[in-house]
């Protein structure tokens, strides 16, 4: 079924009509520099659970607790925090992403994760949690109902997980309390990171932007970024020149390339890709060891003790491999088909692609998953 699959999603990647250039807006090829997410952590306490929280090995939880009810006034004897049982609570690491602009009162997605032995976060309540920067400073507070898409459950011996227990989100989670000031309009100038970096790609966003606004303001830096140096027009004003950018069509080449994915045996193949003159013999090796246990009864007058032994059987076959020739300019559809009458399966197709690559004779960019 995964050949059948798979060699159908690379007949339709291929068959399909190869559009060497397309047009595509510069939002989509670039970010802003200076105008980014920000990653948050904290440190914090999910209670309620259900008898599925740390156990009492996990001290960092224990001292959690005790130094969270001193701050309500609660302070416990030596001889019960020893004793403390902890196991509806759970001590997570809290992590966010701090959007750009994002304004004090506004709320994020907090994912929530065990960094203890709990066995699941399922109906826990995670309890006020600062949001720390890079920086040490605290930029959003995170509190409420966790919702981890699955379960687990154990009884008589028999175990049933679904998805990851001991993991969990809480949807607008956090409530941004400190924001990040990014001055746009007050700027002279503002650099275009490309997202995929490319010569060719800096160089035709700079004319672009230089053609439409019929003067030189864009420059590339190399072939990652694109300086913009902002009109008089603009002053002050540097959002919608931003915005005005954004929306500017650059003719964009596809870049052939072979994605390999081992883990699931996926090969996705684009259209465009072509293969110099080569000839392909692929046989397949099959080790197979089975072992088979007999049982060695001593001769009755031999005093010795019935002992059961192993016998290994090794077997080696190997497949007859066919040399195929491809001329020059060939296509990979043309490749993939040969292989398909061939019985190549998506692994043998893997190994292929790995050996016409190493033989310089594959025009594209190989990328393993």
């Given at each position: ?136 400073k605290v930029y959003a507070v995170a509190q409420g109902p966790i919702s ?192 398909n009458k061939a019985g190549a399966t998506p692994r043998d197709m893997m ?19």
């Amino acid at each position: 079924m995964l050949k059948k699959t798979v060699l159908t999603i690379l007949m339709v990647a291929i068959l399909m009509p190869s559009a060497l250039a397309f047009e595509v807006k510069i939002r989509d090829l670039t970010d802003v520099v200076g105008v980014r997410y920000n990653q948050l952590v904290g440190y914090g306490l999910v209670v309620g659970l259900a008898g599925t929280g740390d156990s009492s090995s996990a001290s960092f939880t224990i001292q959690s607790i005790v130094n969270a009810l001193k701050r309500f006034g609660i302070t416990l004897p030596a001889s019960a925090t020893q004793n403390l049982q902890v196991k509806n609570i759970a001590a997570v690491m809290v992590t966010a992403n701090l959007p750009p602009f994002a304004k004090q009162g506004d709320t994020i997605d907090v994912t929530v994760s065990s960094i203890g032995d709990a066995k699941s976060l399922q109906g826990g309540t995670l309890i006020m949690t600062p949001l720390l920067g890079p920086d040490g400073k605290v930029y959003a507070v995170a509190q409420g109902p966790i919702s981890i898409g699955g379960y687990n459950a154990s009884g008589g011996g028999t175990k049933v997980r679904k998805n990851h227990p001991t993991v969990g989100r809480i949807p607008n989670g956090a409530i941004v309390e400190n924001q990040v000031n990014v001055d746009i309009n007050s700027k002279d100038s503002f650099v275009l990171a490309l997202k995929s970096p490319s010569f060719i790609m800096a160089e035709r966003i700079a004319k672009t932007i230089n053609s439409f606004y019929r003067k030189q303001i864009a420059f590339p830096m190399d072939g990652g970024s694109v300086k913009v140096i902002v009109p008089p027009l603009y002053k002050g004003n540097v959002v919608e020149l931003i915005s005005q950018i954004d929306q500017l069509s650059v003719n964009k080449e596809s870049v052939p390339v072979v994605v390999l994915d081992e883990k699931t045996g996926t090969v996705v193949v684009g259209g465009d890709v072509t293969i110099e003159p080569i000839s392909i013999s692929h046989g397949n090796l099959t080790v197979t060891i089975t072992s088979t246990k007999e049982v060695s009864q001593p001769n009755p007058l031999a005093k010795g003790k019935t002992t059961t032994i192993t016998n290994k059987k090794i077997t080696v076959s190997e497949g007859k491999g066919k040399f195929i020739t491809f001329p020059k300019g060939a296509t990979v559809a043309e490749l993939i088909q040969a292989l398909n009458k061939a019985g190549a399966t998506p692994r043998d197709m893997m190994a292929i692609f790995q050996a016409i690559k190493a033989a310089g004779a594959l025009n594209a960019k190989l990328e393993m998953m």
